[in-house]
Structures are given as structure tokens and as C-alpha cells.
């Protein structure tokens, strides 16, 4: 369903109201339902077509018989819907805007150009799945023109992982972008502030118009849904609100007390209640404020955090923290620094503890066991720590790979 076609060789664009031809001067009357019919060709395969105005009141040419071969062949409705609403959007945020853009060696759904004409952007609606290499190839053609392509896709496909994608699921209005779209969350951190980037939708429109405008802008991220298959892929972040919290004056203390996340289990050996120690939480104890949690699957930490528990947490049967120490994991094939079991000792594994669960190490293979609320809530501080410790800690915790959730 194009938006454009020649009209006795002029282009016209049923987007516009004058048709793209103010000079002529042209109006909708002056090509749809006119007797004699007015002379309109395609602009790919150059068969005649005629003026038309779908169900939803949205205007378009249509080839009077079908071609052989045109790339406007197989055009849905909602590709073309999706095409006027970018325009529209465009239009009004004051880019310049060319549907159905065509260039020596590359075409665009809807070719946008920046007040200032130095910034172009192509917006291509794919509905179908398509080809990595036809993708990139369209890609490299852009590039080549100075022009930047963002993917309006169905799906969040492996090959737009890496490249500028919206993720737009439905398949009629209202148009939402579901997917690759993130607001964020400020957090401390003892290297100072940070964000975290938390997986978000909104409207197709307001998210073009930002994106426009420049309040949405794309940065490499790692969604909290993610699996370990999927280093990183490019998503649409607000980022000068957050670049403006970042670089906010951060008051660090020099020491701070953290407090230890356990994570309660029942012992797949002697089914008895047990605590494994899976992180630590810094706080400034004058303030309350808690700052980025940091994982103990390194060894180091759990071996640090052990030392600084020890005369601090008393473990008993109300809190049963096993012992924290060297092990070996037939499983893994390795010795390790691990929790084990309080009552018999046994090691839990850091497969079981930290693979392939999102934070706060929720495993859905396992049902959590029933702790009673005054076990659960004692206040676990251990500290004070050099803020230059914590620094490390951090370092070595996003040192280690996340593994993947293996079923026995
Ligand atoms: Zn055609
Ligand atoms: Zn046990």
C-alpha cells in the first residue's frame, strides 16, 4: 500500500495535503474518484494505479493489477500505517519528511531530515522476518548516504539486537513500542551515582517525537531479562536526565556498614532450613541509605565477608548460616570457597545459587522455603568497610560470568 506514486510524472505523496506539489497547485480531489481517471503510475515497476482510502480513512495508491514483481508488493495495512504515523510525527516535531524516499542505491519507508538538515534518519517498518545479510546490506547502503536507519520491527529479532530497533508487538492501533525501551532508576554506588536501566513501554508516537527531539537516545545495555546468550543489544534510554544524576556531586562516606543478602533454601540432602550468604548491600548508617547491591559469587568476596561475619553474626539454629569455605563441587569439577548446609554441611553450589536467576537469585526450580518474618528481617550488618574495599569488591563481582541455570 504506497504512500507515493507519479502522477504524469510528478510524485505525489498521499501524506501531505497538497500532495508534496504546492506549486501545481494539487488537492486529494484532483486524483481520487476522478473520471477521466487521472494518469498515476508506481514508482517501482511503472503499471498504473488509482487513489484509494482504506477502512480507517488513511489515503494510498494501489496497483490497478497486480505486478509480477514491485517492491511495494506485499505491503500490509499496518506497514502503512505505521509509515504515516512516523511521518506525521515527523512532521510535526519540524523534520523534513519524505515517504517511500528512494536514492541512487537505497530506498526508506520514511526518510526524516533535521531542521538543521544535518541529521537524516531512514525509519523502516519490518513486519516479516528477514534475512541478517538483507538487513545489513539496507543498513550499509544508508550508512554509505550519510543516513542513519532505525528499525520499526515486529519482533525483536537477533539482528536487531546490536542496531537502532523499536520493538512495536501489536498489529493495530494503538501502536505501543514493548520492547529495547527503558526508563531508569537512580541508584548509589560506591564509585559514585548510576543507574539502572529497567525495561519499559509507551506509545509509538511519544516515543518517535523523543527520539526526534533528542530526549531518547541509544545506549548499550543488558535488559534484566536477558540470558547469558545476550551480551548486551542496543536499547532507547532517557539519557541526559540520567547523565544529569550521574554527574550530581556524590557524597561517599569513607566507610560504610553493608548488610549480608541471604538466600533461605532447604538442603536438597537432609531437607533441613538453611541460609547461603549471596551478597551484600552497602548502607551509610547515618543516613540509612543503602547503595548497588554486590554479588559473593567471587570467591574473594565470600571469603572477605566470611572473616568480617565471624564474632559480628552469631549463627544458631534461629539463623543457620552454614560454614563458609573451601569445597569441592563434583558437579562443577572444582574447588571452590562456598556456602554449605548448617545442619549437614553439604556444599550449595554457586550453580544453584546464582545461575541463571535474576537478582535476588529467585530460582523458579525451586519453591523458597517458609521463613518466619523476625528470622528473616534481622538486620545483618557487618563493617565498617573501606570504601576503597567495597571499590574492589564491586570490581571482582562483575568479573564473574553469570551461569547458566543447568536442571540436574
Ligand atoms: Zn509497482
Ligand atoms: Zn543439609
Not at 484532483?30 to 480513512?57: E, N, W
Not at 494503538?174 to 531508569?184: E, I, M, T, Y
Not at 534481622?378 to 570490581?395: S, Y
Request: charged content about 25%.
Amino acid at each position: 500500500m504506497p504512500l507515493t506514486a507519479l502522477r504524469n510524472g510528478d510524485l505525489i505523496d498521499a501524506s501531505r495535503p497538497d500532495l508534496g506539489q504546492p506549486q501545481l497547485p494539487l488537492s486529494w480531489a484532483d486524483v481520487y474518484r476522478r473520471r477521466p481517471r487521472a494518469d498515476l503510475r508506481c514508482r517501482d515497476c511503472g503499471t498504473p494505479m488509482c487513489a484509494k482510502v482504506s477502512s480507517l480513512k488513511l489515503r494510498f495508491f494501489a496497483h490497478l493489477r497486480r505486478p509480477a514483481t514491485c517492491v511495494y508488493n506485499g505491503e500490509t495495512v499496518a506497514h502503512h500505517q505505521l509509515k504515516t504515523l512516523i511521518a506525521e510525527v515527523a512532521r510535526s516535531a519540524g523534520w523534513d519528511v519524505e515517504v517511500e524516499a528512494v536514492g541512487p542505491d537505497w530506498r526508506a519507508d520514511v526518510l526524516t531530515v533535521s531542521p538543521e538538515g544535518d541529521e537524516k534518519i531512514a525509519w523502516e517498518v519490518q513486519r516479516s522476518p528477514i534475512a541478517a545479510g538483507i538487513a545489513e546490506e539496507r543498513m550499509l547502503r544508508h550508512d554509505k548516504a550519510g543516513v542513519t536507519t532505525i528499525w520499526i520491527a515486529r519482533r525483536n529479532w537477533p539482528w536487531s539486537r546490536p542496531v537502532r530497533t523499536l520493538v512495536v508487538a501489536g498489529s493495530s492501533e494503538p501502536w505501543v513500542v514493548s520492547g529495547r525501551l527503558a526508563d531508569w532508576q537512580p541508584i548509589l554506588h560506591p564509585d559514585g551515582r548510576k543507574v539502572q536501566w529497567n525495561s519499559s513501554s509507551a506509545e509509538l508516537r511519544s516515543v518517535v517525537r523523543q527520539i526526534l527531539l533528542g530526549d531518547l537516545t541509544c545506549h548499550k545495555w543488558k535488559p534484566p531479562d536477558a540470558t547469558w546468550r545476550i551480551p548486551f543489544e542496543l536499547g532507547w534510554v532517557p539519557l541526559q536526565a540520567a547523565d544529569t544524576w550521574c554527574n550530581a556531586e556524590p557524597q561517599l562516606p569513607e566507610r560504610l556498614m553493608a548488610r549480608l543478602e541471604l538466600k533461605w533454601t532447604t538442603c536438597y540432602r537432609c531437607d533441613q532450613l538453611t541460609a547461603a550468604v549471596v551478597g551484600l548491600i552497602p548502607i551509610d548508617p547515618s543516613t540509612g541509605r543503602e547503595y548497588e547491591a554486590i554479588s559473593t559469587q567471587h570467591e574473594k568476596i565470600l571469603d572477605r565477608v566470611w572473616s568480617d561475619m565471624r564474632g559480628v553474626i552469631n549463627r544458631s539454629e534461629q539463623l543457620p548460616i552454614g560454614v563458609i569455605k573451601r569445597r569441592s563441587s563434583k558437579q562443577m569439577g572444582v574447588d571452590y570457597v562456598s556456602n554449605g548446609c548448617y545442619s549437614c554441611d553439604t556444599i550449595l553450589g554457586n550453580q544453584y545459587l546464582y545461575g541463571a536467576a535474576p537478582w535476588p537469585w529467585e530460582n523458579k526450580h525451586r519453591i523458597e522455603p517458609e521463613v518466619p518474618d523476625a528470622v528473616r528481617d534481622q538486620a545483618l550488618l557487618i563493617g565498617p568497610l573501606d570504601i576503597g574495599v567495597l571499590r574492589k569488591m564491586l570490581r571482582q563481582a562483575s568479573s564473574v560470568r553469570t551461569i547458566p541455570w543447568l536442571p540436574h
